[in-house]
């Protein structure tokens, strides 16, 4: 392997590119493209990667070949007549095989009771918090994935597949971690410390947290008559991120998604909210316990209102193998991190972390090795 680069992100699939040296040898036409694994690994190929920094502090990422391409150039290096060829594999999450359209009618259900009925039939381990919100009839036109999607998008809670368990909860509840814990990054200014946190960047100016920005101008100047100071401010309506502007939430809501009653319509609203309305973006070094919806910890010399909690809304993980010179080897982690306050993060008292079912490989399926123990 010479390298690795996973994304994670809610509402989306996993998806990982891995790099593998195939040694192709001329000499020996009868003999195909071989790796330790055997020959090249077909489309839909059941794929299981260990990564991290140590055997003792990886993680699991399981998934499907969803294509291959390679790189074969004159610079590929030679060993004698055999020759090393990178192939790129393109790897979909265990929520590849949701793709298939289905076309079916579900009534007086809950966006938690669907989560749990798909989520078993594919074979995975559901962990839901329950909601309230009925739906009376619903039409299902697209495939498992997407219409979960679109479900939990109508009553607000975020859907993340780690592995073989299903996470639909709400933006409160915290995902956590293989061991309960919550990682720590530092970054120091002090000469020779070693910082955990290489770059963060964190949002600047006034932010909205129903959507779009605000841009408030405020000017003050000294009366030469009386000497007081006298303020004068400016305040631009909702903009997108290219200042153009656009109508209220309410409007924009009830054009994309007809609301059947005034309940329906506040549970709408609440749903297309930003919670997570401050923003920040940060690298560190590789850890493989930062995940989508985890909490992790930032101290350091940022400044006072960037230390303590974030919320990790998307990581993506870079692992790049250096076989001449192993000290050279590179893990990352660029997260896209956000918070509910522009100083502190507010969420509820976390719960004892809950066991996650292995995961088994039937039938070339990887499955949940139970499905019970729902929350």
Same mark, same amino acid.
Not at 18 to 28: D, G, I, K, S
Not at 134 to 157: H, K, M, N, P, R
Not at 195 to 211: I, K
């Given at each position: 392997? $010479?390298?690795?680069?996973?994304?994670?992100?809610?509402?989306?699939?996993?998806?990982?590119?891995?790099?593998?040296?195939?040694?192709?040898?001329?000499?020996?036409?009868?003999?195909?493209?071989?790796?330790?694994?055997?020959?090249?690994?077909?489309?839909?190929?059941?794929?299981?990667?260990?990564?991290?920094?140590?055997? @003792?502090?990886?993680?699991?990422?399981?998934?499907?070949?969803?294509?291959?391409?390679?790189?074969?150039?004159?610079?590929?290096?030679?060993?004698?007549?055999?020759?090393?060829?990178?192939?790129?594999?393109?790897?979909?999450?265990?929520?590849?095989?949701?793709?298939?359209?289905?076309?079916?009618?579900?009534?007086?259900?809950?966006?938690?009771?669907?989560?749990?009925?798909?989520?078993?039939?594919?074979?995975?381990?559901?962990?839901?918090?329950?909601?309230?919100?009925?739906?009376?009839?619903?039409?299902?036109?697209?495939?498992?994935?997407?219409?979960?999607?679109?479900?939990?998008?109508?009553?607000?809670?975020?859907?993340?597949?780690?592995?073989?368990?299903?996470?639909?909860?709400?933006?409160?509840?915290?995902?956590?971690?293989?061991?309960?814990?919550?990682?720590?990054?530092?970054?120091?200014?002090?000469?020779?410390?070693?910082?955990?946190?290489?770059?963060?960047?964190?949002?600047?100016?006034?932010?909205?947290?129903?959507?779009?920005?605000?841009?408030?101008?405020?000017?003050?100047?000294?009366?030469?008559?009386?000497?007081?100071?006298?303020?004068?401010?400016?305040?631009? !309506?909702?903009?997108?991120?290219?200042?153009?502007?656009?109508?209220?939430?309410?409007?924009?809501?009830?054009?994309?998604?007809?609301?059947?009653?005034?309940?329906?319509?506040?549970?709408?609203?609440? $749903?297309?909210?930003?919670?997570?309305?401050?923003?920040?973006?940060?690298?560190?070094?590789?850890?493989?316990?930062?995940?989508?919806? !985890?909490?992790?910890?930032?101290?350091?010399?940022?400044? @006072?209102?960037?230390?303590?909690?974030?919320?990790?809304?998307?990581? !993506?993980?870079?692992?790049?193998?250096?076989?001449?010179?192993?000290?050279?080897?590179?893990?990352?982690?660029?997260?896209?991190?956000?918070?509910?306050?522009?100083?502190?993060?507010?969420?509820?008292?976390?719960?004892?972390?809950?066991?996650? $079912?292995?995961?088994?490989?039937?039938?070339?399926?990887?499955?949940?090795?139970?499905?019970?123990?729902?929350?």
């Amino acid at each position: 392997m $010479a390298g690795v680069a996973i994304y994670q992100a809610e509402n989306a699939h996993q998806i990982a590119e891995l790099t593998v040296m195939h040694t192709y040898n001329p000499a020996m036409p009868h003999q195909e493209w071989r790796n330790p694994e055997g020959a090249m690994w077909a489309e839909n190929t059941p794929v299981h990667l260990r990564y991290g920094w140590w055997r @003792d502090d990886s993680a699991d990422w399981y998934g499907y070949v969803a294509s291959s391409r390679c790189l074969a150039t004159e610079t590929d290096p030679r060993y004698g007549y055999a020759v090393q060829i990178p192939v790129v594999y393109t790897l979909a999450g265990t929520t590849m095989l949701m793709q298939t359209r289905r076309n079916r009618t579900w009534r007086t259900t809950t966006a938690s009771a669907v989560a749990r009925q798909i989520g078993l039939e594919h074979r995975l381990q559901p962990r839901v918090d329950s909601s309230s919100g009925l739906f009376e009839q619903v039409a299902q036109t697209a495939s498992d994935w997407q219409f979960l999607c679109d479900i939990t998008d109508q009553v607000g809670y975020r859907l993340y597949a780690d592995g073989t368990t299903l996470w639909v909860v709400a933006r409160e509840t915290v995902m956590p971690t293989a061991d309960g814990s919550v990682p720590t990054v530092w970054h120091r200014k002090a000469p020779g410390a070693i910082n955990s946190l290489r770059d963060f960047s964190a949002v600047l100016g006034d932010t909205d947290p129903v959507g779009g920005l605000r841009a408030r101008h405020e000017a003050v100047a000294q009366r030469r008559t009386s000497g007081v100071l006298a303020r004068a401010s400016y305040s631009q !309506t909702r903009t997108t991120l290219h200042g153009a502007q656009i109508n209220a939430v309410l409007d924009r809501q009830y054009g994309e998604r007809p609301a059947v009653s005034y309940n329906h319509a506040q549970r709408l609203l609440a $749903a297309d909210s930003h919670w997570l309305w401050v923003e920040a973006r940060a690298v560190t070094n590789g850890d493989p316990r930062l995940k989508p919806g !985890t909490l992790v910890n930032c101290r350091g010399d940022l400044g @006072d209102m960037n230390t303590g909690l974030w919320m990790i809304r998307s990581a !993506t993980h870079k692992v790049s193998v250096n076989h001449l010179y192993p000290q050279k080897t590179e893990y990352t982690a660029t997260l896209v991190l956000g918070r509910n306050d522009s100083r502190e993060l507010a969420v509820p008292v976390r719960q004892p972390p809950v066991r996650m $079912a292995p995961t088994v490989l039937v039938d070339g399926t990887w499955c949940a090795a139970y499905t019970g123990g729902l929350t």
